[in-house]
């Protein structure tokens, strides 16, 4: 695993499954997929969500969504900077840990 | 600036999802699903993706959707440019209505069941099928009432009244219903029949509708050559050759009924015509004694007493004739009747491969997903109707047939087994009976000599090279 990585946090990995069932059946009811896209979404959600760990992961998995399904887009973009936000927070802190410890100026 | 962002996004995202007319089925499940995706998003996406039922009233909004093709109630929705607007739900033709129902109350059966543990005589049947379709419950239901034949003759008795299941089956029965991999099965069997991706776009188009139609035209057909069905043309014609066949002789050579009447009636006509004709000649010879003046007295008398008996004669070969004409006119009836109903029967057949043809290109016409649904929705009427339809009971003794074959092989092959054993038992017993008795004689390293070896026993020839197994003949 990335040596990078926040380690996703219950709460954002619900809120964040919370938007993508809204950002579906949004899009279910505005007539943007069909009833079969649903499923095939949802099926490809359950299939990779129960594997994600990480931020990075989720960050991953929400990219891949969009590039097979574009109405999902809005969500990826709604949570890729909060996603990303984390992940600089922690290479931030990784290097101020490695300022202090004198290995690198 | 990222949460301006989001907003600005979050936003629009509110804007495009407006909705602009979705059909009213899916509307009630997103409904569902909103609050669900608040609440327990996964649980939502479960549903969404067909791996978890949906509530009851979704579900029987989705059957109503999935029986029949456009006769439900009144929608104003554009799905994909396609108007999908559908009649009055009171336009449902009766065997849909019917169908509705039916596959409202087995759905309605097995939530009862998963939410509340209802056990009815459906679900009963239910787990009566798949034991049977599972060789090796069938082999334990088998021993349970003594042998296949006897299971196979009472299971459709049993498929019919649950309530007449033997005690011993009925355990058996109960201790499945109450598994979870049974439960898991009965689940399956609702998303099955409540599959809510099934798509709607297509259903009203023509060549779906033509393929429906033809659909019913062929099934008509098909029922009118049944003759297990009540009023079609192989009943009726059944029915006639039934009729027909009390006109000939049966099995021991007697006449059957009808023949017999034409019998009796002929033998009777036979007696009173010869009557008839004795009393002929009578009357010429009275006739001939009116001419002499001393006869004419007693020939008037005598002629005025058979004139009577001549005219209630005449009336009895009548009604005999009328009988023997009124029976053979009902058989040349039935004859003629049996002729058209053959031919009607043909008839029915080549149009039956006419339609079944004409069926087969409209299906080909229809995309993949529309073939999908209605070999779907097929399956779906199948399992509704045909529990104890021909075809699955045929179906059934094929498979029998298979497994008492199989079984058959596992026999001779236990018995083969079982031979070999009691051979090497026997064997053993040989052995110590012809040791101890050597033991009795000989001392035992003379004994342990002779193990294996040549076996000399007084007054006969020692045999070289045999064991003592193969000289006791075993």
Not at chain 1, 58 to 68: A, D, F, R, V
Not at chain 2, 119 to 148: C, F, H, K, M, S
Not at chain 2, 288 to 303: D, N, Y
Not at chain 2, 304 to 324: C, F, G, H, Y
């Amino acid at each position: 695993m990335d040596s990078n990585s926040t380690l996703l946090e219950e709460s954002l990995k619900k809120e964040i499954q919370t938007a993508l069932v809204t950002n579906i059946l949004n899009a279910l009811e505005a007539n943007k997929i069909t009833v079969v896209e649903m499923k095939e979404i949802s099926n490809y959600l359950l299939d990779n969500m129960v594997q994600v760990k990480y931020n990075s992961q989720l960050l991953e998995l929400l990219e891949s969504l969009k590039g097979k399904w574009p109405v999902l887009e809005d969500t990826y973009k709604i949570y890729k900077n909060k996603l990303l936000v984390e992940k600089e927070k922690l290479v931030m802190q990784r290097l101020a840990n490695l300022v202090r410890k004198g290995k690198i100026n | 600036m990222a949460e301006q962002i989001d907003a600005t996004v979050a936003r629009r995202v509110a804007v495009e999802a407006t909705p602009v007319g979705t059909d009213p089925v899916v509307g009630q499940l997103i409904t569902y699903l909103r609050p669900k995706a608040v609440s327990n998003p996964e649980e939502a996406m479960r549903i969404m993706a067909g791996r978890d039922v949906p509530p009851r009233e979704v579900a029987h909004s989705f059957i109503d959707r999935q029986v029949g093709p456009n006769e439900l109630k009144t929608v104003n929705a554009v799905v994909n440019g396609v108007n999908v607007a559908r009649k009055d739900r009171t336009a449902r033709p009766a065997f849909e209505t019917q169908m509705l129902n039916d596959a409202t109350t087995r759905v309605d059966q097995v939530y009862d069941f998963l939410e509340r543990g209802v056990i009815t005589p459906q679900i009963q049947r239910e787990v009566l099928r798949v034991l049977y379709n599972d060789p090796g419950y069938r082999r334990i239901l088998a021993e349970q009432v003594g042998g296949l034949n006897i299971l196979t003759a009472n299971y459709p008795g049993y498929m019919a009244n649950p309530g007449t299941i033997p005690a011993n089956i009925r355990s058996i029965v109960d201790e499945i219903i109450q598994g979870p991999e049974y439960k898991l099965k009965l689940e399956d069997l609702v998303k099955k029949h409540i599959d809510i991706t099934k798509p709607i776009e297509d259903k009203g188009s023509e060549n779906r509708q033509k393929t429906e139609v033809l659909q019913r035209e062929v099934d008509e057909i098909k029922k009118q050559q049944d003759a297990k069905q009540a009023n079609t043309v192989a009943k009726e014609l059944e029915e006639i050759d039934a009729l027909i066949s009390l006109y000939k002789l049966d099995n021991a050579g007697n006449p059957r009924a009808r023949l017999q009447a034409i019998q009796d009636a002929n033998k009777l006509l036979g007696q009173y015509k010869g009557d008839k004709a004795v009393l002929d000649a009578e009357l010429a010879g009275e006739s001939a004694a009116l001419s002499v003046p001393a006869t004419r007295g007693p020939a008037q008398l005598r002629i005025a007493a058979i004139r009577p008996l001549m005219s209630n004669l005449d009336k009895q070969i009548t009604e005999q004739q009328n009988i023997v004409t009124a029976l053979e006119n009902e058989l040349k009836e039935l004859q003629t009747r049996r002729t058209t109903l053959r031919t009607k029967l043909d008839e029915l057949k080549d149009k039956e491969g006419t339609k079944q043809a004409e069926l087969a290109g409209e299906k080909t016409k229809l995309g993949p997903m529309e073939g999908e649904k209605l070999l779907k929705e097929q399956s779906f009427v199948d399992n509704i109707t045909g529990m104890f339809a021909d075809a699955t009971i045929d179906s059934l003794n094929a498979r029998l047939t298979q497994i008492n074959n199989s079984y058959d092989q596992l026999l001779t092959k236990r018995r083969q087994t079982e031979k070999d054993e009691l051979k090497r038992e026997f064997t053993e017993q040989v052995r110590e009976r012809y040791f101890g008795a050597l033991r009795q004689v000989f001392h035992p390293s003379l004994i342990r000599g002779l193990r294996g070896g040549n076996i000399f026993v007084e007054g006969e020839r020692p045999i070289e090279g045999r064991t003592i197994e193969e000289d006791m003949n075993v």
